[in-house]
T-cell receptor, first 115, second 110 residues
Framework: EAQVTQNPRYLITVTGKKLTVTCSQNMNHEYMSWYRQDPGLGLRQIYYSMNVEVTDKGDVPEGYKVSRKEKRNFPLILESPSPNQTSLYFC??????????????FGPGTRLTVL | SQKIEQNSEALNIQEGKTATLTCNYTNYSPAYLQWYRQDPGRGPVFLLLIRENEKEKRKERLKVTFDTTLKQSLFHITASQPADSATYLCVMDSSYKLIFGSGTRLLVRP
């Protein structure tokens, strides 16, 4: 089944404890991205990647890191999480490097709470 | 900076009527606009994409318009059903980034 998977789905952690949220797609998509969703603010793009080893900042990259060593995986790293990073996170992928004219396929989401 | 706005108030309509949702954008001229449906706690699901040179696009009961003069897109659901109740997101492209509106919640009463 063609899909985007994220793990974990739920995570409660404490301030400063490094964590990684994994994202994987099995559709051989070029473009992958991470979003956070907060009430009243909608989805905001954190980082995106147009291909392997090519990543760039979205609108809210502070406090996050990403890497794209393989085409299928795009992990999101929080080196030192803080309470303001409590949010619902979505990973997405699309077939080609330009997302504008391509359908985005979203993962099921990761609900992160930082205490 | 580029901005995309959707009506934050929920739209409450009777089953069978046409729902019309509005998306306005500023400080940019996107080449494409996309619309997604999102159910609570779940990832958005793609519905339609419209290009700047297309005035209108249809898919079953859905219709999207793109007015580059007004800087506006309208999303219509005809013969609405309670199952159409969800939040609908408008998205524009901006140099390999995507900018999402905060969404409009649609409630269809039986």
């Amino acid at each position: 089944e063609a899909q985007v998977t994220q793990n974990p789905r739920y995570l409660i952690t404490v301030t400063g404890k490094k964590l990684t949220v994994t994202c994987s797609q099995n559709m051989n998509h070029e473009y992958m991205s991470w979003y956070r969703q907060d009430p009243g603010l909608g989805l905001r793009q954190i980082y995106y990647s147009m291909n392997v080893e090519v990543t760039d900042k979205g609108d809210v990259p502070e406090g996050y890191k990403v890497s794209r060593k393989e085409k299928r995986n795009f992990p999101l790293i929080l080196e030192s999480p803080s309470p303001n990073q409590t949010s619902l996170y979505f990973c997405a992928s699309s077939p080609e490097f330009d997302p504008g004219y391509n359908e985005q396929f979203f993962g099921p989401g990761t609900r992160l709470t930082v205490l | 900076s580029q901005k995309i706005e959707q009506n934050s108030e929920a739209l409450n309509i009777q089953e069978g009527k046409t729902a019309t949702l509005t998306c306005n954008y500023t400080n940019y001229s996107p080449a494409y606009l996309q619309w997604y449906r999102q159910d609570p706690g779940r990832g958005p699901v793609f519905l339609l994409l419209i290009r700047e040179n297309e005035k209108e696009k249809r898919k079953e009961r859905l219709k999207v318009t793109f007015d580059t003069t007004l800087k506006q897109s309208l999303f219509h659901i005809t013969a609405s059903q309670p199952a159409d109740s969800a939040t609908y997101l408008c998205v524009m492209d901006s140099s390999y980034k995507l900018i999402f509106g905060s969404g409009t919640r649609l409630l269809v009463r039986p």
